[in-house]
T-cell receptor
């Protein structure tokens, strides 16, 4: 497995609370991504990073923010969690934009 | 707007049969077409990928067929096995951009 660790693996949180998910990589890959996976929707891109402090929005970025202060860490924050953000969140990394994407094991987030 | 459309949503195949999953894309500039396999509780993993300069790529029992003029590509799994039961995602992208995924196909191979 590629050196990607997502934490936590499972979380239950209440509506309106802030939540931060962490993706840690040991591969020194430049590109990092956050996707959410929902039944009937496949994998949808939330945000991605193309370097330290360089991030951009994906197709479903509303309600989410990200930060990347170090090459190895990419944080996804839900500022005020809503039930619609209940999902499985996957982090992915790529060495460059012409190579394979490796995915983490996922974080199952439930907002009640 | 969904950039990659995948069908069928689910598929049941008998052991030894051929599984076929189809994808269509909109952007003619796309130049990388991977397929990912996902087992329950795991993240997706690259299965096989193709670029538009070839019409077919084969790796073991897995083959991608690519039709540039029709903007379609498909995954064929020959001699399907129960261990192939998983969710399969096609994706497409232009080099330099993030992957656009289809909605996935849940494959069940029965003994």
């Amino acid at each position: 497995d590629a050196g990607i660790t997502q934490s936590p693996r499972h979380k239950v949180t209440e509506t309106g609370t802030p939540v931060t998910l962490r993706c840690h990589q040991t591969e020194n890959h430049r590109y990092m991504y956050w996707y959410r996976q929902d039944p009937g929707h496949g994998l949808r891109l939330i945000h991605y990073s193309y370097g330290v402090k360089d991030t951009d929005k994906g197709e479903v970025s509303d309600g989410y923010s990200v930060s990347r202060s170090k090459t190895e860490d990419f944080l996804l924050t839900l500022e005020s969690a809503t039930s619609s953000q209940t999902s499985v969140y996957f982090c992915a990394i790529r060495r460059d934009m012409n190579t394979e994407a490796f995915f983490g094991q996922g974080t199952r987030l439930t907002v009640v | 707007q969904q950039q990659v459309k995948q069908s069928p949503q689910s598929l049941i195949v008998q052991k030894g049969g051929i599984s076929i999953i189809n994808c269509a894309y909109e952007n003619t500039a796309f130049d990388y077409f991977p397929w990912y396999q996902q087992f329950p509780g795991k993240g997706p993993a690259l299965l096989i990928a193709i670029r538009p300069d070839v019409s077919e790529k084969k790796e073991g029992r897995f083959t991608i067929s690519f039709n540039k003029s029709a903007k379609q590509f498909s995954l064929h799994i020959m001699d399907s096995q129960p261990g192939d039961s998983a969710t399969y995602f096609c994706a497409a992208t232009l080099t330099g951009y993030a992957l656009n995924f289809g909605k996935g196909t849940s494959l069940l191979v029965t003994p």
